[in-house]
């Protein structure tokens, strides 16, 4: 880092990786703060001696002080947070002294200080919550379910076959050196199976059955994958089709694919002597969509699928489980940090079958060229409980009969801005109080929009 850009991270004020410290401050609570952003996937750079409020130059008095106060910090989080030498460094600007400390990446291991487990969000420090936690530890921990034992399965549930057909796709060289290998070793290499410590036998993993199991379903109820198109834009009348698609992996994807082509309306442009084929939505993004769905999402909440919903208007692919604590949506979308698989081995077999995985690390990017290359709104991607991609046709759900003026407005905004509260439809509708309340309610009675938060707090989400 050098003067200027330090000088435009200070113009540019506290963000979720940029904190302003006035003074050195006490250890305790710098140890917070370097914590929350140690389980951050992008690290972080705390700054002595700026002020907070007016983002003023004021300096500090005693850089030696403020450098043992960090480290000091860094020793208190747990594990330590390591610092190398060019972590902590002084500056001079404008005739006064600053101390900059840069926290590393988060690369996989959960930090936590007097017993709570930080990140840092916006520009707060706070707690993760006990869901966030188990993610952490089921994506980077000992505990992380794809490479679990499977629940009742034996090698005899994996069908070899499928491994053969699997190996077929990498490279010869690959092929050759296993050709001799005995088929269990051969499992507990591709960490398809595992030595059970409790039977003391060689049981496929949750990710080998996936992959490779006569029938996944059967003892993994969790992994199908839900597909349904409804006749109109809210889901509320009957579906046109409804299907529970069963099969490992590679047969989920093809399975959900063929599900949306089937059902993408093509028209047809005549230019010149050829005809020119429009689909309604660009396949191939929408194929994407399910194989982040159906590799990233979280296994390990039962009960939960995979969804993809079809409406009149927009394609909704839902995924369980939200980004891992660390990664903020913003950043994801932006390509400022990289994606990380909360699944690497169902990753791994996916990415050795070509068509499946080529767009390692780039997928939201081409997910949102392929959707302006067709001239219609780019992607909306959500991140609460579950991971939401939807995609839409340009038939705009505020040109829905029933709608107030004030409502369309507001579903316009809600559309291109992600959400909305009370005051902000107030002061675009130029609707009192009371009555933009009313309106929003009425939108989430209709299924339109739902609501976050508690009274002033509430904002309203498209569904």
């Not at 850089?63 to 390591?82: C, E, F, G, Q």
């Not at 005899?156 to 050759?176: C, G, K, P, Q």
């Not at 991971?387 to 004030?406: I, M």
Request: charged share 25%; aromatic share 8%; hydrophobic share 40%.
């Amino acid at each position: 880092m050098d003067e200027a850009t330090l000088r435009r991270l200070i113009a540019e004020g506290e963000t979720a990786t940029v904190e302003f410290k006035s003074s050195a401050a006490r250890p305790i609570d710098i140890a917070q703060r370097m914590c929350g952003m140690a389980n951050n996937r992008r690290g972080g750079l705390i700054i002595f001696g700026i002020e907070d409020a007016t983002r003023a130059i004021v300096g500090i008095r005693n850089p030696s002080l403020t450098n043992d106060v960090v480290l000091r910090a860094a020793r208190m989080v747990k594990p330590p947070i390591s610092l190398e030498e060019t972590s902590v460094q002084t500056w001079v600007l404008d005739g006064q002294t600053l101390v900059t400390v840069t926290v590393p990446p988060n690369t996989g291991r959960l930090y936590q200080y007097d017993g709570a487990f930080l990140v840092r969000r916006g520009t707060q420090t706070v707690p993760l919550t006990l869901d966030e936690i188990h993610a952490y530890l089921n994506a980077y921990g000992n505990s992380r379910w794809e490479i679990g034992v499977a629940p009742r399965a034996t090698l005899e549930d994996i069908e070899v076959a499928a491994v053969e057909r699997h190996l077929s796709f990498r490279a010869e060289r690959s092929r050759e050196r296993q050709r001799y290998v005995e088929p269990t070793d051969l499992l507990l290499s591709l960490e398809a199976a595992v030595d059970d410590p409790q039977s003391g036998r060689v049981r496929p993993t949750n990710a080998g059955l996936l992959m490779f199991g006569y029938d996944p379903q059967l003892q993994i109820p969790q992994s199908e994958v839900v597909c349904i198109k409804y006749a109109d834009t809210l889901g509320v009348r009957s579906y046109v089709d409804r299907r529970n698609l069963r099969g490992t992996l590679p047969e989920l994807v093809n399975q959900t694919s063929l599900f949306l082509k089937q059902f993408i309306r093509v028209g047809a442009t005549i230019r010149g002597f050829f005809r020119e084929d429009e689909p309604e939505y660009p396949y191939e993004a929408l194929r994407e969509a399910v194989v982040n769905a159906i590799v990233h999402r979280d296994y390990s909440r039962i009960g939960e699928t995979v969804r993809v919903f079809m409406y009149e208007d927009r394609v909704e692919v839902r995924s369980p489980g939200g980004l891992l604590p660390g990664i903020a949506l913003d950043d994801l979308v932006a390509m400022r940090v990289r994606s990380v698989p909360r699944n690497p081995v169902i990753a791994g077999y996916l990415r050795d079958i070509p068509g499946y995985m080529e767009r390692i690390g780039s997928g939201i990017r081409f997910m949102v060229s392929e959707m302006r290359r067709m001239n219609l709104p780019e992607p909306e991607f959500t991140n609460h409980q579950d991971f939401v991609v939807t995609f839409r046709n340009g038939t705009g759900v505020e040109d829905l009969p029933g709608l107030n003026e004030r409502q369309r407005i507001g579903m316009r905004i809600v559309r291109e801005q992600g959400s909305i509260n009370t005051p902000e439809y107030c002061a675009a509708t130029g609707a009192p109080e009371r009555t933009g309340l009313r309106d929003l309610q009425n939108l989430v009675e209709k299924g339109l929009l739902v609501v976050r938060g508690k009274k002033r707090g509430q904002r309203f989400f498209l569904t």
